[in-house]
């Protein structure tokens, strides 16, 4: 379905960021795309939904295929008529806006009538607490609730595929839960695809099928999600276990020093 083929990307005609990056998305499924911060994951969904270009930002060489069709030329609304709608880092909502009025504003792109009727009506199936507050205004949405609203919209404009970038970010562990665990069910009852871009490793991983990890704007290592849950270096690198009061030992020297290089 999506395919990114050994893109670089540079902001300003100087920093360059994706250095060779390359992944696939196949119909159907969540891909977790997981690194440290600076990475590069951020950079690699906006190369995608075409919003590098808002922030002085290019795709130099490599290719990006949507079902296809290549995108790393096309316009952000373009992309987003093909199929593609990212959510963005941080719950960007139109904050003097109803929650209603936001929900309605991610189908303007359809004319479908008796479509969006269904996808406005699901939106509060899946999020009643939005359906409780239609009448308020965004800015005064919990940022849980907010994240819940630029989710709707992603769905109003009925994608084949969801960029997802940082859900969980900010929000308290429970509500995080919440939202993953919807996340889940619009995969599976939608057949929406989604790449998940996400700080909280062992989360991501737990609903995708398949996962990523990204340092210093490239792959480092991939596999299906429960291979790479399994995984020591993950475990130790991005889950958290096994790092605190270890002892120096040779095969904890091996791991750090395999860390190093995907850093290098």
Not at 251 to 256: A, C, I, Q, T, W
Request: overall charge positive.
């Amino acid at each position: 379905m999506l395919r990114v083929n050994n893109i670089e990307v540079i902001y300003d005609k100087a920093s360059l960021v994706l250095k060779g990056m390359s992944l696939a998305v196949d119909e159907g499924k969540i891909v977790a795309l997981l690194g440290s911060n600076g990475a590069g994951k951020s950079t690699t969904l906006k190369a995608i939904s075409g919003l590098l270009k808002s922030e002085e930002g290019e795709v130099t060489d490599g290719d990006i295929q949507f079902l296809g069709e290549r995108l790393e030329k096309l316009e952000a609304e373009q992309i987003v008529r093909r199929g593609v709608f990212q959510v963005m880092e941080g719950r960007r909502v139109f904050e003097d806006l109803t929650v209603d009025e936001n929900i309605q504003m991610g189908g303007y792109i359809r004319s479908d009538r008796a479509g969006l009727k269904r996808d406005h009506d699901l939106v509060f199936d899946y999020f009643p607490r939005l359906k409780e507050r239609r009448n308020q205004l965004a800015g005064y949405l919990s940022g849980g609730e907010q994240q819940m609203l630029a989710i709707s919209r992603a769905i109003m404009s009925r994608p084949k595929l969801i960029l997802l970038d940082e859900p969980s970010l900010g929000l308290a562990p429970l509500l995080v839960k919440e939202i993953f665990a919807i996340i889940k069910k619009i995969n599976q009852e939608e057949k929406t695809t989604i790449l998940l871009v996400e700080q909280n490793a062992n989360l991501a991983l737990s609903i995708a099928d398949f996962g990523y990890i990204m340092e210093n704007g490239r792959i480092v290592l991939d596999g299906d999600a429960d291979k790479l849950r399994n995984n020591e270096d993950v475990k130790r690198f991005y889950l958290g276990a096994g790092v605190e009061g270890e002892k120096k030992t040779y095969k904890n020297l091996k791991f750090y020093k395999r860390r190093k290089r995907w850093l290098s």
